[in-house]
Nanobody
């Protein structure tokens, strides 16, 4: 099993930048995809960004051009670089990993979440 731990959240002013990190207890290389989700208070959870084992990325429309997801397999870490932050980016951000095994069963791994607050 893989344990994911997020860090890097905090309070930032509008227009500022923040980098979130997701450290895995094991090798993330076998994971088919990893991503970042966020959930604002009273809102549904949404996928912000994802990256496959092959390096393909996808982004929520509202964060395109502002957020960048990356992975470092040697460090077993996934990052979310956030720039030009807006108050509407305020949410709890969760790291996620997806594994599809040889029997085609899928497994989801989740971190505990880290709070990002964008406010002046």
């Amino acid at each position: 099993q893989v344990k994911l731990v997020e860090s890097g959240g905090g309070l930032v002013q509008p227009g500022g930048s923040l980098r979130l990190s997701c450290a895995a207890s094991g090798n993330i290389f076998p994971l088919n995809a990893m991503g970042w989700y966020r959930q604002a208070r009273g809102e549904h959870r949404e996928l912000v960004a994802s990256i496959t084992s092959g390096g393909s990325t996808n982004y929520l429309d509202s964060v395109k051009g502002r957020f960048t997801i990356s992975r470092d397999n040697a460090k077993n870490t996934v990052y979310l670089q956030m720039s030009s932050l807006k108050p509407e980016d305020t949410a709890v951000y969760y790291c996620n990993g997806l594994l599809v095994d040889a029997g085609w069963d899928s497994y989801e791994y989740w971190g505990q979440g880290t709070q990002v607050t964008v406010s002046s």
